[in-house]
């Protein structure tokens, strides 16, 4: 429960200097205060106090979302590496395939070149 402070006592001696019994002053400032309680408890609830945000609760949001922000892009920059090595990988070994049957071609075109040539 919400509550604000109030002098109680320099209330009621307020009051007794007022002329008001001192029970009555009493009962007249603890009513008072329990109506103000009531009264900012229901604002609260009106207005949702409890959700509000602070300048602390922001600057905490913000360092998270730094920090966040910050491993995502360590996170692109090790997939990117990862990748163009995967690349460089499925390079050389396409170029590994294609000198291979260039030779192997070469070799058969020799061979039934020879064949025909009647050398064989």
């Known amino acids: 429960m919400t509550t604000l402070a109030i002098d109680t006592y320099a209330l009621v001696t307020k009051l007794?200097?007022?002329?008001?019994p001192e029970q009555q002053a009493a009962a007249q400032v603890e009513t008072i205060?329990?109506?103000?309680?009531s009264?900012?408890?229901q604002a609260k609830h009106d207005y949702q106090l409890d959700d509000l945000s602070t300048?602390?609760?922001l600057k905490e949001l913000e360092v998270k979302l730094e920090t966040r922000i910050?491993?995502?892009e360590l996170k692109?920059?090790?997939?990117?590496?990862?990748l163009k090595r995967d690349i460089a990988e499925t390079k050389a070994e396409l170029?590994?395939?294609?000198?291979g049957v260039g030779v192997l071609q070469t070799v058969l075109i020799t061979a039934l070149v020879l064949k025909l040539a009647g050398t064989f």
């Open 95 to 99: 170029v590994r395939w294609v000198v």
């Open 16 to 20: 007794k200097e007022a002329g008001v």
């Open 76 to 82: 692109i920059e090790l997939v990117r590496s990862e």
């Open 55 to 57: 300048k602390r609760d």
């Open 39 to 41: 009264a900012l408890e």
């Open 33 to 37: 205060t329990q109506a103000i309680d």
């Open 70 to 72: 910050k491993e995502t």
